[in-house]
């Protein structure tokens, strides 16, 4: 059967259009051409054109800080890019050094001003009275920021940063400048190759002045005042925070040894309570030579005193459910690993104030007292939330009641605008700062990260 030739074979050769057709084709072509040269200089595309998305940012490279499965938080799933949720407070970012003013759905106006950037995990922080902010950064680094400039007071090779370990907790002497101590917790290995947290004490010497004006301070005299703390890749806990009694108060993780922290003669998953020299008070509710303040914790990253009412309250990670926020009586038992969730404790435990599941991952914590009077009494704490669309990665706020055993209020600030949170702090000036902690292995930093941030009062604030 012969080949079907075409309708152009057909005519005896190629297509060619008659003076019609001839001029249907130009306009076609003049059509095409001007709305290319719009598209390629106008600054927005078509009505309703989904625009080519950004190329996906690579996967951070695994540093050793990773979380593993059925630890503080569920193993990472894909990554993606972080940006603002819808609703959350404020809406500005932050990056801009002189502010920008927002409210928040409890009546608070504040303005939002970043600090410091370009920092490598801000763990902690603690303000002097003269107003300056002495912070950690988790590779080893002991910061003053002072007058808008940060500068390293002390850098300790011998810290051990991998996982969750690190240079940790900070806190001032509360007589501090008299004596004048610092105080850190920090992760090392011992000469035997084991893994070790302990509390450093240095003496902090002025240098003749302040800020720009004059010398920054240094440290000396380092001391170290508490040893033999367990530790490990993760669960490392690590606050410092001095109580109204004067003492040292200290959290301990479980260091992946859960069982452990039912024994009240062991330092794993505790709280303890020490003199500021190291030694043991007499009055420690377990005894006179045990340290143990409260036990049957998992990892309380975040302590905090309310200064009104001399009540203790600290943050802690549950295991893939069940993140709490307890009120720390002197030698109770929290409960990890017999009882987790809210209804297993039964009566033999001390229930937590506030249980989340799915897990938000608390850090850093700290009550603020000030201005913002929608805010006065409120305890905040960081979020870290290991991935970016997780329900942590904020900064939260509860209010109590009168007694402090309840939770009669509670709101969500910044949810996705900063990645992780972690250090939490309040300030001079009725300001609340907090820090970022994207630059872990476990966040997606930006060419800001990581920083602090420091929430005022707005003019007008309630």
């Not at 059967?1 to 130009?26: C, D, E, F």
């Not at 260091?255 to 009240?264: G, H, K, L, V, W």
């Not at 305890?379 to 109590?400: A, E, N």
């Not at 939490?424 to 920083?451: A, H, I, K």
């Amino acid at each position: 059967m012969p080949r079907r030739r075409s309708q152009a074979h057909l005519h005896g050769g190629s297509y060619r259009p008659g003076p019609a057709g001839l001029v249907a084709v130009a306009l076609v072509l003049l059509l095409v051409s001007g709305v290319m040269a719009w598209r390629a200089l106008g600054p927005a595309p078509f009505p309703g054109e989904v625009p080519d998305p950004a190329p996906p940012r690579p996967a951070p490279e695994d540093a050793g800080n990773g979380k593993q499965p059925g630890e503080d938080e569920p193993a990472p799933g894909p990554e993606s890019p972080r940006s603002p949720a819808p609703g959350s407070a404020g809406g500005q970012d932050g990056g801009a050094p002189g502010g920008n003013a927002g409210s928040s759905g409890a009546g608070a106006t504040w303005r939002l001003e970043t600090v410091a950037t370009g920092l490598e995990v801000p763990w902690d922080m603690a303000f002097d009275r003269r107003g300056r902010l002495f912070f950690t950064e988790r590779p080893g680094r002991i910061n003053l920021l002072d007058g808008g400039r940060v500068v390293t007071l002390a850098t300790l090779p011998d810290t051990v940063a991998t996982g969750e370990s690190g240079l940790l907790g900070i806190a001032l002497h509360p007589g501090f400048p008299d004596p004048p101590y610092l105080y850190v917790y920090q992760t090392y290995r011992t000469r035997g190759g084991q893994l070790r947290n302990r509390i450093l004490r240095f003496g902090v010497e002025e240098g003749g002045g302040s800020g720009a004006a004059g010398a920054a301070p240094r440290l000396a005299g380092r001391q170290v005042v508490f040893d033999g703390i367990p530790a490990a890749a993760i669960h490392d806990g690590g606050q410092l925070e001095f109580g109204p009694d004067g003492k040292l108060y200290v959290t301990t993780g479980d260091a992946r040894q859960p069982q452990r922290a039912q024994d009240p003669e062991s330092l794993h998953g505790k709280i303890l309570r020490l003199n500021p020299d190291g030694s043991v008070p007499p009055d420690n509710p377990l005894g006179p030579g045990n340290p143990v303040f409260s036990y049957g914790h998992r990892n309380p990253e975040g302590l905090a005193f309310d200064p009104a009412s001399g009540r203790l309250y600290a943050v802690e990670h549950g295991p893939d459910a069940w993140d709490e926020v307890n009120r720390i009586e002197a030698g109770a038992n929290y409960g990890w690993p017999v009882a987790v969730a809210p209804g297993e404790h039964r009566g033999r435990f001390t229930p937590a104030l506030r249980s989340y599941d799915p897990i938000i991952a608390p850090a850093g914590a700290a009550f603020y007292r000030g201005p913002i009077r929608a805010w006065d009494g409120s305890l905040f704490f960081g979020t870290l939330g290991f991935q970016p669309d997780s329900p942590g990665r904020h900064l939260h706020r509860l209010r109590l009641d009168a007694s402090g055993t309840r939770v009669v209020e509670e709101e969500i600030l910044f949810k996705g605008q900063f990645g992780r949170i972690r250090a939490v702090q309040t300030g001079p000036g009725g300001c609340l700062y907090f820090g970022t902690s994207n630059r872990d292995g476990r966040g997606e930093p930006d060419p800001l990260d990581d920083r602090i941030l420091r929430l005022c009062p707005q003019a007008g604030s309630d």
